[in-house]
């Protein structure tokens, strides 16, 4: 079955912000964080963007990022519209956008359903060696969004992305 032309659009789209970094983390894009939240068909279609806070100091940047990859491809009829609810989740952030991340040095966070699974809070993981014996050095970390830990082993120092 072929794909219909708002399919096909809406792809595009996808593809073309998939190479849109993150403006604090240049290594994972805005669709593997789940900043883009939908590509709406329709006249004219719309990209929704939700941004992993209502205060990340990033939103304009990354609406005028988007925004520009839009033009520069053709597609100055997109309208692109912020959206604060339901408001962002790390458990939009995708499965390469968690290995980018680690492999950055920021530990992902876990999905809620780990979370319920677990029943507490897990240590997080260091990107550096590895292990889980990590501790939370403080709430608030390189930006808002994230949290900064040490590795107990290594004694490395990261950031995390809080659970949100």
Request: glycine share 6%; charged share 25%; with cysteine.
């Amino acid at each position: 079955m072929s794909a219909t032309i708002a399919e096909r659009l809406a792809a595009r789209i996808y593809e073309i912000l998939g190479a849109v970094p993150d403006p604090e983390i240049p290594v994972i894009s805005v669709v593997e964080l789940g900043i883009v939240r939908a590509v709406r068909a329709g006249v004219p279609a719309v990209v929704v963007i939700t941004p992993t806070y209502s205060g990340c100091p990033a939103t304009v940047a990354i609406n005028k990022a988007v925004r520009a990859a839009l033009d520069d491809a053709g597609l100055r009829d997109v309208v692109v519209k912020t959206e604060l609810s339901p408001a962002w989740t790390t458990d939009w952030i995708s499965d390469s956008g968690r290995a980018k991340l680690l492999a950055y040095g920021i530990a992902p966070p876990e999905t809620t359903a780990e979370r319920r699974a677990r029943r507490d809070a897990a240590p997080a993981i260091c990107p550096q060696c590895g292990t889980g014996r990590t501790a939370e050095i403080s709430q608030f970390g390189s930006t808002p969004c994230k949290a900064l830990w040490r590795c107990l082993e290594c004694a490395e120092p990261f950031d995390r992305f809080k659970c949100i």
